[in-house]
């Protein structure tokens, strides 16, 4: 029953996504904002800035310089619980074999999977990073696991959902 509910949680995230690669300058989406209960208010930094839930209790470091730098997925939790080896091979082949976030410059923002890619804008608010693809909002935070910075990112319409990155390009 686990693996059950975890396998439809990865479909949820990966529809969400999908629908980001595919739903672009759709002017009738539905309203993704959080509903009450599935976001936190984080009260580490400077202003008070509400996560989706999934990001409240990570331990963040700065947001280090993105510009010109690329992000693959290496990882991810569903309702709190860690992906498997299996969980993450079924996201990257249902994305095309590949998740990529690619920081472009200063203010822009490149998602690629397969062979489809969308570009955005992003924005840096004290610990956390904000990605805007039209109606679909993404959150990120930066945490060392390790030696290793990983990008942890959850989206507003699965708050309790995240997927992590690691770098592994630098242009």
Request: proline share 2%; net charge negative; with cysteine.
């Amino acid at each position: 029953m686990k693996k059950i509910l975890s396998v439809l949680l990865i479909v949820m995230m990966l529809l969400s996504v999908i629908g980001i690669m595919t739903g672009c300058g759709d002017e009738t989406a539905a309203d993704t904002s959080s509903v009450g209960g599935t976001s936190s208010t984080d009260t580490n930094s400077k202003n008070d800035v509400t996560l989706p839930a999934a990001l409240a209790n990570i331990t963040k470091i700065n947001v280090p310089n993105i510009a010109d730098t690329g992000w693959t997925l290496s990882g991810g939790m569903i309702d709190g619980v860690e992906m498997e080896q299996e969980d993450l091979d079924n996201v990257r082949n249902n994305f095309g074999g590949t998740m990529n976030f690619y920081f472009v410059d200063n203010t822009k923002v490149m998602l690629s999977n397969g062979d489809n890619a969308l570009e955005s804008t992003y924005k840096i608010t004290d610990e956390v990073l904000y990605m805007d693809f039209n109606e679909y909002k993404y959150h990120a935070v930066f945490t060392d696991i390790q030696g290793t910075t990983v990008m942890i990112v959850a989206n507003d319409t699965d708050p309790n959902s995240a997927l992590y990155f690691v770098l592994v390009d630098e242009h």
